[in-house]
């Protein structure tokens, strides 16, 4: 029940509460900062997706494997970490990849929180490129494949527990 409840929570549009969450966050004096970008992916449709995709990748793990170290005489909390954890780590690396892309690339949300020029993210910054003249071409590329780079090297270092993730997906006795 309580997983059906939060994938409700996934179906409602971001732009649904967008004003609700802005009158929020000034309320509590956070307009301007950092403080909404990094708690809303946390606790918001981000948040629930991490619960998504790792209750969908410890549903292919076969009981059998907590069933032989309850009976080894494993207590929960070493299933976890001996067990459990270190069969979790290409869901997790995939995991890692699709909210760094996500959060990277968010757009929206910062066009809402971020009003000075200083604590915009780069595709806010991106966007600057753009006005009502015109396109500097060559700026927005350069600084495209710049913002491109983080998003690459998080991949390359993530790549082999990704590709074990999407191989893995699926599998079920």
Not at 35 to 56: D, E, K, N
């Amino acid at each position: 029940m309580v997983f059906l409840i939060l994938l409700s929570a996934m179906m409602i549009p971001h732009e649904v509460t967008a004003i609700p969450m802005f009158l929020f966050m000034r309320q509590l004096g956070w307009i301007d900062t950092h403080l909404p970008l990094i708690l809303l992916p946390i606790f918001g449709a981000g948040g629930v997706f991490g619960i998504f995709v790792m209750r969908q990748f410890f549903i292919t793990v076969p009981t059998e494997l907590e069933e032989a170290a309850m009976i080894d005489g494993c207590n929960r909390f070493r299933i976890y970490a001996r067990i459990m954890l270190p069969i979790a780590k290409p869901g997790m690396a995939t995991l890692t990849i699709f909210t760094f892309v996500t959060i990277w690339n968010e757009f929206f949300d910062p066009l809402i929180f971020i009003n000075s020029r200083d604590l915009m993210t780069l595709p806010l910054g991106l966007s600057l490129f753009t006005d009502e003249v015109g396109t500097a071409w060559q700026y927005l590329m350069s600084a495209t494949v710049m913002a491109t780079l983080p998003l690459l090297i998080v991949f390359f270092l993530a790549q082999r527990r990704f590709i074990e993730g999407v191989a893995m997906t699926g599998l079920k006795e």
